[in-house]
């Protein structure tokens, strides 16, 4: 029997035969996929992509492309419409690693209030030279947290911030009577309310964080990012920091991954991760374990386990036992 | 508080009274304020029999921060009542001479507490999820990928011990919970109300520990109390924190033991020497480096100003003074 054949990014998890069986791996070519899909992608019935990263159309034409599965939360630049049209799965890894980026959020809150990046490279150039070295921060306690988006992330967030005092609000789209802290009633709202705005949205709120609601958030207020870079108007943020319009910011992740931190390099009140927030050990298992077993069943005929909530009640078994 | 009625032999009185003070706090602009006469301390290099000499033995109270303290000397001082530390801690004031002179001794425990909590889990998170090391990474122009971060643990499940379990001790255990990190500490006295389990000895809590959290106090039984044993039991997936002071590390076996990876990384917040030199964590990018800023607020340093102050009025008003250090109690 021929066997299936699974697109996958280069660098995406382990690409370990353990991972895929014995089935042939294509990495993904580099550059425009359009020539790639008409001759070698015409065997593809399963893709691994992220899913903040946009596709060609070309490959949702793919005539065997049965599952594009997302290893993270988000699928938001997955063309829904044009999968249900042609008949692909979607399958997310939602709530995995949920702990892990609320722990680096966490981190990243502390950093930014408690100057820890700024003190260690300052110690770093040689730079420490009398007590009278380094300002005087802000005490956590009674300090307000503005979580945006209070998904499994955000309310990991909260949780682990009120240990330290903080008092707690959020804002989403959607109220949420089980949870145990206030919901203001709007982004702009909360940014005024916050001292640290923390966001946590998934990839499809774009651009929301502007000029104005930086300037809600005011000159000493913090900004913290661990959801999707493209949340941010990464202009306004840069000019808000140069201008100290805001007192700082702790951003995970960015408009474009792997970023050129070179705009933010000057700034000393910001602290950068290279989008690990979830990238831990236990996680990236779980997400494996996950993935493996979709790709199982999918090839299997079998019913999917998480699939994107927008197409949970179409029918697959067509496409995927060919 | 109850003091004994020996620190309070001192009427109340009219005219300014003279202090001794760090010589930074001479300032007519210093928190002090007006309401004494400050005169600095005299400092390592000076001659205090000729500092004696020029500004008399007339002083009654002095102020210093506890890892400073006042010269040997002046605990001599025929009418000195009252040494009032700036900060928690009181490491370098001279408790059985002071008893012995009849000196109060106050610090200021209990304000800062949460603030070096705060930058403890702060440590403890740049520590274990490469923030610090990551942010330097970017500023360089490099972008790991986050696979490449793939031996990163979980923070959720590891077990998290504090040496200490003093006021930054519970403070730090209660902002570790919410992580879901399992808490156990060791101190020298059991503590029958504490929530945590004590481990019988520091070595077996180093060798229980994911990551050790060092929160007691400086002090000449804990002075280097980690060594390379302790470091060997914590092991080579093992964090260390340190908030407390640089001197209850062996700086040199911890240096030793983060070039040969025979722990994993560690965040510092004090040092052996203070300012500490760069030169000497220049090639160990398994560190988080802080100065010494745990307690540095706003808040706490307002409130540890406001009790010194009061503390001083108290004292010159024949009043009981505040916050006398547990050991003259």
């Known amino acids: 029997m021929e066997k299936p054949v699974i697109l996958a990014p280069p660098q995406v998890f382990r690409l370990q035969q353990r991972f895929f069986g014995d089935h042939p791996v294509i990495t993904y070519p580099e550059g425009d996929l359009t020539d790639w899909a008409r001759t070698e992608g015409k065997d593809v019935r399963a893709m691994v992509t992220w899913g903040s990263i946009e596709l060609p159309e070309i490959v949702y034409d793919l005539p065997r492309l049965g599952l594009?599965?997302?290893?993270?939360?988000?699928?938001?630049?997955?063309?829904?419409?044009?999968?249900?049209?042609?008949?692909?799965?979607?399958?997310?890894?939602?709530?995995?690693n949920a702990e892990d980026v609320a722990d680096v959020a966490l981190g990243?809150?502390?950093?930014?209030?408690?100057?820890?990046?700024?003190?260690?490279?300052?110690?770093?150039?040689?730079?420490?030279?009398?007590?009278?070295?380094?300002?005087?921060?802000?005490?956590?306690?009674g300090m307000k947290l503005g979580v945006a988006g209070f998904g499994a992330i955000g309310s990991a967030i909260a949780d682990r911030a009120a240990a330290f005092g903080m008092e707690i609000a959020w804002w989403g789209p959607r109220p949420k009577p089980e949870a145990p802290y206030p919901r203001l009633p709007d982004l702009h709202a909360l940014a005024r309310w916050s001292d640290v705005l923390a966001l946590a949205m998934p990839g499809n709120a774009e651009g929301v964080v502007d000029a104005a609601v930086l300037d809600a958030l005011g000159p000493e207020g913090v900004l913290v990012n661990v959801g999707r870079g493209t949340a941010i108007d990464e202009a306004a943020l840069l000019a808000a920091l140069r201008e100290k319009r805001i007192a700082g910011a702790g951003l995970d992740v960015f408009v474009r991954e792997p970023d050129n931190a070179s705009p933010w390099a000057d700034l000393e009140n910001v602290t950068l991760t290279p989008h690990f927030g979830g990238a831990t050990r236990e996680s990236v298992t779980d997400t494996e374990v996950l993935m493996q077993e979709n790709l199982r069943r999918f090839l299997a005929g079998e019913k999917l386990l998480s699939v994107v909530p927008e197409l949970a009640n179409e029918p697959y078994a067509a496409r995927t036992n060919t | 508080?109850?003091?004994?009625?020996?620190?309070?032999?001192?009427?109340?009185?009219?005219?300014?009274?003279?202090?001794?003070?760090?010589?930074?706090?001479?300032?007519?602009?210093?928190?002090?304020?007006?309401?004494?006469?400050?005169?600095?301390?005299?400092?390592?290099?000076?001659?205090?029999?000729?500092?004696?000499?020029?500004?008399?033995e007339e002083f009654r109270a002095a102020v210093t921060w506890g890892i400073l303290g006042i010269p040997d000397r002046l605990y001599d001082l025929p009418q000195l009542k009252l040494i009032s530390c700036v900060g928690a801690g009181y490491d370098a004031i001279d408790v059985e001479r002071?008893?012995?002179?009849?000196?109060?001794?106050?610090?200021?425990?209990?304000?800062?507490?949460?603030?070096?909590?705060?930058?403890?889990?702060?440590?403890?998170?740049?520590?274990?999820?490469?923030?610090?090391?990551?942010?330097?990474?970017?500023?360089?122009?490099?972008?790991?990928?986050?696979l490449a971060f793939h031996g990163v643990r979980k923070l959720g499940g590891r077990?998290?011990?504090?040496?200490?379990?003093?006021?930054?001790?519970?403070?730090?255990?209660?902002?570790?919970?919410?992580?879901?990190?399992?808490?156990?500490?060791?101190?020298?006295?059991?503590?029958?109300?504490?929530?945590?389990p004590r481990k019988d000895s520091l070595l077996a809590l180093a060798a229980w520990s994911d990551i050790l959290v060092l929160a007691m106090p400086g002090a000449p039984e804990t002075d280097r109390m980690i060594d390379r044993a302790v470091l060997d039991a914590l092991g080579p997936q093992g964090v260390l924190i340190n908030v407390a002071r640089g001197s209850v590390v062996d700086e040199d076996a911890l240096i030793a033991a983060l070039?040969?990876?025979?722990?994993?990384?560690?965040?510092?917040?004090?040092?052996?020497?203070?300012?500490?030199?760069?030169?000497?964590?220049?090639?160990?990018?398994?560190?988080?480096?802080?100065?010494?800023?745990?307690?540095?607020?706003?808040?706490?340093?307002?409130a540890s100003q406001q009790l010194v102050r009061d503390n001083l009025d108290r004292f010159f008003a024949g009043e009981p003074v505040q916050s006398l250090i547990p050991e003259l109690r």
């Open chain 2, 1 to 56: 508080m109850k003091v004994d009625p020996k620190f309070l032999k001192w009427e109340p009185t009219l005219s300014r009274p003279r202090i001794l003070v760090p010589s930074v706090l001479t300032q007519p602009n210093s928190w002090l304020g007006d309401a004494y006469d400050k005169v600095a301390l005299p400092g390592p290099k000076d001659d205090v029999e000729a500092w004696l000499r020029a500004n008399g």
């Open chain 2, 98 to 146: 002071a008893r012995a002179r009849g000196i109060a001794v106050t610090n200021c425990s209990n304000i800062n507490h949460e603030d070096v909590a705060d930058v403890a889990m702060g440590l403890v998170i740049s520590a274990t999820r490469h923030i610090a090391e990551a942010d330097r990474l970017l500023r360089a122009g490099g972008w790991k990928n986050p």
């Open chain 2, 159 to 196: 077990k998290l011990g504090i040496v200490g379990l003093g006021a930054i001790g519970l403070a730090v255990a209660e902002r570790a919970a919410p992580f879901k990190l399992e808490i156990a500490w060791w101190g020298p006295r059991e503590k029958p109300d504490a929530h945590y």
């Open chain 1, 108 to 141: 990243l809150i502390l950093s930014s209030v408690r100057l820890i990046a700024a003190g260690d490279r300052l110690i770093r150039r040689g730079a420490w030279v009398s007590m009278q070295s380094f300002p005087l921060s802000r005490r956590l306690r």
């Open chain 2, 259 to 302: 070039r040969a990876r025979s722990i994993a990384g560690a965040g510092l917040d004090v040092f052996e020497q203070e300012p500490t030199p760069a030169a000497r964590w220049a090639d160990l990018e398994n560190v988080t480096l802080t100065t010494h800023f745990g307690g540095a607020t706003v808040d706490s340093m307002v």
């Open chain 1, 68 to 96: 594009i599965s997302c290893p993270g939360a988000g699928y938001e630049k997955i063309d829904l419409e044009k999968c249900r049209a042609r008949g692909i799965a979607v399958t997310n890894c939602a709530g995995m």
